[in-house]
């Protein structure tokens, strides 16, 4: 049997409550939240547990509620009272009810006409109190018989309570496998980073055997550079000695020169003193100078001379 525009109205407000409490907690600190209950919600919880599916022609949250606090505090009243007369009606089991939610004292039940909602948050039919309802009892209610709306809200709330379980069981499942499917990709990736390792360690010691030889072959290098080093300052210091050498040989030969050109010298006037000499010997003169042992010591002189000349 379809239910009531009360009962339809109480339900939609159990999923638009959720829904506001859902959106302030996204975007942020929503004008009056603070007259939101967490028992309005655990209540709106136990009604609606599938509230974020939004049914098509369904306003997902009113925009009154967060532009004028009367708006969404009397939404609140209204949904207090509704609840209260499903427990006092026995069509919502009053074990189910937050305690506190029994002492809520709702604002006053005479309401204004532009308060009065339904459906989806337009003006329409809702219940309203004169005189508070008169609770009855489980055990007269049996002898009665439930009322038609009363099954239809019972059966409503057990087929909630009964996808409620069935969410449960499949969020444990769900659970279940992905811890399954998370502990068989720890593993995984536990079995590639210990074959990383062993491929890394093989790379390791690779890398070191290369790096011990490159240092070796440096090592060699570096000797023989030392022994080129030492080669070419043997060779510079050598090139400087026979420099020196060169230099003394230099002046040597200077020397030399000069004692050459003196004797020379001395030899064109020996060669001269001869040449006079012979001239007067030709004409008949002794010259005192030129006896045979004077002759005899130029001659020497002037092979002495064309010694070091040759």
């Known amino acids: 049997m379809p239910t009531s525009a009360s009962e339809q109205n109480t339900l939609l407000r159990a999923r638009q409550l959720q829904r506001l409490n859902e959106k302030n907690e996204k975007e ?3 004008p009056f939240i603070d007259k939101l209950m967490p028992e309005d919600l ?4 136990l009604l609606e547990p599938n509230w974020k599916v939004v049914p098509e022609g369904e306003v997902d949250v009113p925009e ?8 969404l505090t009397s939404t609140l009243t209204h949904f207090r009272k509704s609840v209260k007369l499903l427990v006092n009606n026995q069509e919502l089991p009053l074990d189910d009810i937050p305690e506190t939610i029994e002492h809520i004292s709702p604002e006053p039940t005479q309401t204004r006409e532009g308060d009065k909602e339904g459906g989806n948050g337009y003006e329409g039919p809702l219940i309203e109190f004169s005189e508070p309802p008169k609770p009855t009892t ?16 019972q ?7 009964e996808h409620q379980r069935r969410r449960e069981v499949e969020g444990a499942n769900h659970e279940r496998q992905r811890r399954l499917e998370v502990e068989k990709q720890l593993a995984d990736t536990t079995g590639k980073l210990r074959d990383l390792d062993l491929q890394w360690s093989g790379e390791k010691r690779a890398l070191n055997d290369k790096l011990s030889q490159v240092s070796k072959e440096l090592d ?7 022994q080129a080093i030492d080669r070419l300052n043997q060779a510079t210091i050598q090139l400087y000695q026979t420099k020196d050498k060169l230099s003394q040989t230099t002046i040597l030969l200077d020397e030399t020169k000069k004692q050459l ?8 006037q020996v060669k001269q003193a001869k040449e006079r000499g012979e001239q007067r010997r030709q004409q008949g003169q002794i010259d005192p100078l030129l006896t045979d042992e004077n002759y005899e010591t130029l001659r020497m002189m002037m092979s002495k001379c064309k010694g070091r000349q040759g």
């Open 64 to 71: 009154e509620w967060t532009k004028r606090s009367g708006s």
């Open 261 to 268: 050109d003196n004797m020379t010298t001395e030899l064109d």
């Open 42 to 45: 655990q209540l709106a919880n």
């Open 138 to 153: 489980r055990q007269g209610k049996a002898k009665t018989g439930a009322s038609p709306s009363a099954k239809t809200f």
């Open 28 to 30: 942020g600190p929503l």
């Open 220 to 226: 060699k290098n570096t000797g023989e550079r030392d």
């Open 155 to 161: 059966d409503v709330l057990e087929a909630n309570k």
